[in-house]
């Protein structure tokens, strides 16, 4: 089993430009999160998901999209680029009771 | 909404000693409370939880933790330090009757000094 993986590891966007982070995960898990890491900031949600076709606001959602169009899959989009998204990205998924399993992560830098 | 605190941003402790990482929480229900671990450049990895029980619960290399309702506390602890304990540490709670929401707090950094 892989886990929870993520596409890209790492990403340069120049402020302006769009990309999609794809999470997906081989454990069966019904929830599905997308956080962001940033130093003295923690961990913080950005959206989250509770089952396929579904999806909501975390804490910091402006300026991201989610889907989440089959189980297995989780996609974070960012329409237009700032350097005020430059962080490390990290998905993760559970079961019901809330373990989460993270995926390694994205470095995204926004110039 | 639910919310987590993490008071120290570092803990220092000698090898050898007994560790407190301290974390409060705010609930509106029944709080699930977890702690995960970031070693340096890896993932985070899950070291334990509470869900229901014993207040005492106890995780991966041998650390433990002890729900207190009346503090709303959510302290982990650890005997004896190793210098391999060192690495970033987060507290993370649910509330259970609310919605599945899973907020962290801004981590504490702990240095196990050899």
């Known amino acids: 089993n892989a886990g929870v993986t993520q596409t890209p590891k790492f990403r340069v966007l120049k402020t302006g430009q769009s990309m999609t982070l794809l999470c997906a995960q081989d454990m069966n898990h019904e929830y599905m999160y997308w956080y962001r890491q940033d130093p003295g900031m923690g961990l913080r949600l950005i959206h989250y998901s509770v089952g396929e076709g579904t999806t909501a606001k975390g804490e910091v959602p402006d300026g991201y999209n989610v889907s989440r169009l089959k189980k297995q899959n989780f996609l974070l989009g960012l329409e237009s680029a700032a350097p005020s998204q430059t962080s490390v990205y990290f998905c993760a998924s559970s079961y019901w009771e809330g373990v989460l399993y993270f995926g390694p992560g994205t470095r995204l830098t926004v110039t | 909404a639910q919310s987590v605190a993490q008071p120290e941003d570092q803990v220092n402790v000698a090898e050898g000693n007994p560790l407190t990482v301290k974390c409060t929480y705010s609930?509106?229900?029944?709080?699930?409370l977890f702690w995960y671990v970031q070693y340096p450049n890896r993932g985070l990895q899950f070291l334990l939880k509470y869900i229901t029980g014993d207040n005492l619960v106890k995780g991966s290399y041998g650390f433990e933790a002890e729900f207190n309702k009346s503090q709303t506390s959510f302290h982990l602890k650890k005997p004896s330090a190793l210098v391999s304990d060192s690495a970033l540490y987060f507290c993370?709670?649910?509330?259970?009757?609310?919605?599945?929401?899973?907020?962290f707090g801004k981590g504490t950094r702990l240095h196990i000094l050899p």
């Open positions: 993370a709670v649910r509330d259970a009757n609310r919605d599945d929401k899973i907020i």
């Open positions: 609930v509106s229900g029944n709080p699930y």
